[in-house]
């Protein structure tokens, strides 16, 4: 038997009546809830200026811009001075030279007199100036048109400036069977 108290009494139809039961209590807060955040959702998107989808896209990719040009500028803070200790420490220059004959030797030689790929050790540069970070970028990004494979990756990371240190260190070396100069003539300064 339905509940009397709850029966709306004024109306029925072909004799169909109506209880009056109430919504439960965590239905109505929810639905209060989703009515108060759609509320302040649009007031704050279409009334005060909240920003579109496309604006919050280009904030994101900006502040993503601005931190790999603070990681390219920490790269690059590093010069050629900086790197010089390493060509003076014979720790350095060992690990540099091993990694150069594995990975080096077949194209530029035992000595850097060059094989497939130029001379390393004399004054003549096709990529950069011979100097420790040009070095570097080439040996990281390579010539992949020209057959020097690009390293990033390969070598260990904490490998690549000492192998970078003993290619600068060979310079001037003049190594029996040197291959001949290619590129410009760049003094070393
Ligand atoms: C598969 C062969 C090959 C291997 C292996 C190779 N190189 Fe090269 N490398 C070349 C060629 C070819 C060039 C010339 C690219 C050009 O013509 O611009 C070159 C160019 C260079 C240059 C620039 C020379 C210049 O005159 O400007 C440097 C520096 C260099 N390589 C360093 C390295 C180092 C360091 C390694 C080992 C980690 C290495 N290469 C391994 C083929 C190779």
């Excluded at 001379?119 to 420790?132: A, F, R, V």
Aim: aromatic share 10%; hydrophobic share 35%; glycine share 10%.
């Amino acid at each position: 038997m339905p509940d009397k108290e709850k029966l709306i009494e004024d109306h029925e139809y072909d004799g169909i009546r109506e209880l009056d039961n109430p919504l439960p209590g965590w239905w109505l807060m929810t639905f209060y809830i989703t009515v108060i955040f759609a509320v302040i959702y649009f007031g704050y998107y279409q009334l005060f200026g909240g920003p579109t989808l496309d604006e919050e896209l280009s904030a994101e990719m900006s502040s993503i811009k601005a931190e790999q040009e603070k990681t390219e500028e920490a790269g690059e803070l590093k010069t050629q001075e900086d790197y010089l200790a390493l060509v003076s420490n014979p720790d350095a220059i060992a690990k540099g030279k091993a990694e150069f004959m594995t990975k080096c030797m077949p194209c530029h030689g035992d000595k850097g007199q060059g094989i497939i790929g130029p001379n390393l050790t004399d004054d003549y540069w096709i990529q950069g100036d011979g100097s420790i970070p040009a070095i570097l970028k080439v040996m990281n990004e390579g010539v992949p048109d020209k057959g020097m494979p690009p390293w990033k990756g390969v070598i260990p990371a904490d490998l690549e400036e000492d192998v970078a240190a003993y290619v600068y260190s060979i310079h001037g070396t003049n190594p029996p069977g040197a291959k001949a100069p290619q590129g410009q003539m760049i003094e070393r300064r």
